[in-house]
């Protein structure tokens, strides 16, 4: 099976619950990339201020060089919202690196994101988030979801699209 995902969308769409559930099915290993942020970039989308792209590249290639050194099958949550931040991805990745898009409209990413607890990323900067987001193209090959079905539905869905890859 493809060994190196990366779960993209804009905050809210998912990333997290579909990561670990998808990694429990695959017996992937499942990192969350907010945990790959410097400090000063979780403080500065706590303040409700987007990053830039010179704040986003330290980021970026902590995400692709996990991906490079993983054992198995490794799972990343990680926005990749614009073509230079995949490429870049997956110059470091050094190996083959699928996208999975969690796609779904911005109402229903805004609710889920109200709903939740504890989390940084604020909602006033979802906007933010649809505006910097380049759809994958037909030449990088992603995987696009819908993320307005139950969970269950959108991993096994993932699942067959990467089995399918596979044959």
């Given at each position: 099976?493809?060994?190196r995902i990366v779960l993209m969308g804009v905050a809210g769409c998912g990333k997290?619950?579909?990561g670990e559930t998808l990694a429990a099915r695959l017996g992937a290993?499942?990192?969350d990339g907010d945990e790959l942020h410097p400090p000063e970039n979780i403080t500065k989308m706590s303040r409700g201020e987007p990053l830039t792209d010179e704040d986003r590249w330290p980021w970026l290639t902590r995400v692709g060089r996990s991906l490079a050194s993983a054992e198995g099958i490794r799972i990343i949550g990680c926005s990749a919202l614009k073509r230079r931040y995949r490429d870049l991805i997956r110059h470091e990745a050094v190996s083959p690196v699928v996208f999975v898009h969690l796609s779904g409209s911005r109402d229903l990413i805004a609710a889920r994101m109200a709903a939740r607890t504890g989390h940084f990323m604020p909602t006033s900067?979802?906007?933010s988030q649809f505006a910097a987001l380049e759809l994958p193209e037909a030449?990088?090959?992603a995987i696009t979801v819908d993320i307005g079905q139950p969970l269950e539905a959108v991993?096994?869905?993932i699942a067959t699209s990467l089995e399918e890859r596979q044959s």
């Open positions: 099976m493809g060994h997290s619950s579909v290993v499942y990192v900067l979802l906007d030449d990088e090959q991993v096994a869905e």
